[in-house]
């Protein structure tokens, strides 16, 4: 078994490095913050006119958030209504 010895220096910038790449653990494993699409965010995402966001709405095919008149969709909600309604390819003849 070998000894492997460090100046003062030489353990400080190696804690350091760990240091860093721990914050950068801690920072990638913290739960994602919701993103949220405005009404405007979302028909353009969607390429969908305001009476057909409307109608979704109220026939419960996506949720929303409504603060005054202003309304909010949760990004992860819109991928959850298109992945809900993705059909693969048909089998080729």
Known sequence: MDAIIFTKDQFSDLMSK???IQNQISF???PKKETYLDNLEFLTLLKIS???AQTWRDEGK?????VGSK???KLSDVEKLM??????????R
């Open 18 to 20: 760990l240091d860093t």
């Open 28 to 30: 990638k494993s913290d």
């Open 50 to 52: 305001k009476r057909t």
């Open 62 to 66: 996506i949720s929303f958030s409504q």
């Open 71 to 73: 309304i909010y969709y």
């Open 83 to 92: 992945q809900e309604h993705y059909n693969k390819a048909f089998k080729g």
